[in-house]
Nanobody, 128 residues
Framework: QLQLVESGGGLVQPGRSLTLSCAASGFTLDHYTIGWFRQAPGKEREGVSCISSSDGSTYYADSVKGRFTISRDNAKNTVYLQMNSLKPEDAAVYFC?????????????????????WGQGTQVTVSS
């Protein structure tokens, strides 16, 4: 059974950092493009960052560029999202997803054409 489990969310003050983890079971993460998405109440889901399976290239939404870093540890079958300088507008439920790579990593993240396996999400709250 293919499963993704996110962890690492929580309450953090503005300007602080969090690292989210996305652990896979039942399949090998590096065979798929992995994306981090977020959804805040009343807003559409947004592709935050994705990492390509073929060449490890990455995509970041403009809103997080320079603050967030996506990485993959193949030995642990886990993808991470390091989030620095968090802002209140980063607060959302964060999901990771795995999809077959059929286009550029940017298009994968923006269009979500093949993300079929999703985790249950982890809440990130940014507040003083």
């Amino acid at each position: 059974q293919l499963q993704l489990v996110e962890s690492g969310g929580g309450l953090v003050q503005p300007g602080r950092s969090l690292t989210l983890s996305c652990a896979a079971s039942g399949f090998t993460l590096d065979h798929y493009t992995i994306g981090w998405f977020r959804q805040a109440p009343g807003k559409e889901r947004e592709g935050v960052s994705c990492i390509s399976s073929s060449d490890g290239s990455t995509y970041y939404a403009d809103s997080v560029k320079g603050r967030f870093t996506i990485s993959r540890d193949n030995a642990k079958n886990t993808v991470y999202l390091q989030m620095n300088s968090l802002k209140p507008e980063d607060a959302a439920v964060y999901f990771c997803a795995a999809g077959a790579e059929i286009t550029t990593v940017r298009a994968m993240c923006v269009m979500e054409p093949t993300f079929a396996s999703w985790g249950q999400g982890t809440q990130v709250t940014v507040s003083s």
